[in-house]
């Protein structure tokens, strides 16, 4: 399955300073009977949104900022299906478990991790001004907080980049190279 395009991105965040959020609190095991990517979002910490006060009922963006070691816990890919549903492109945080970062990334869902420096000037320019913006740019691996113009850059892996930026996933990765494997093939 194919994955949007991401080069870069401007929009408001949605702010969740919890640490440790697991991939059991993002999708409950309740609801992972489908093996298909879409419907999940509707139960996207289904457990936390009947609080009223609960970031995602009171904040809105394609853009997630959150505590410290996101994606902890077992390593649903759902976990990643479902924040990609909602409608959330990126997921900042100043760490994240490696499977989670794996799953995001091949489901298109750009997991920025930054300084605990970094992402708490993030949540203090969305208590400032929930409108604030934020920048995200791939090609340049920045993140940019609009209101202060405060950036920093993040890491990613140049395969995992040159995908997202195609809008590639690893099947259609490999089908764009069928012109060198044919070529390759032909000179053995």
Known sequence: MAIPKFE???SRAVPLPTQNIDTDQIIPARFLKATERQGFGDNLFCDWRSEPDFPLNRFS?????AGHNFGCGSSRE?????LVDYGFQVVVSSFFADIFRGNALNCGLLPVQVSERF???MFDAIDADPASEFIVDLEAQTIMILPTGASERFE???YKKKCLLGGLDDVDYLVSLMPEIEQYESNI
């Open 8 to 10: 870069r991105l401007t």
């Open 78 to 82: 759902h976990a990643a299906w479902a």
């Open 119 to 121: 992402l708490a000037e």
């Open 156 to 158: 990613i892996d140049a």
């Open 61 to 65: 963006g394609r853009i997630l900022v």
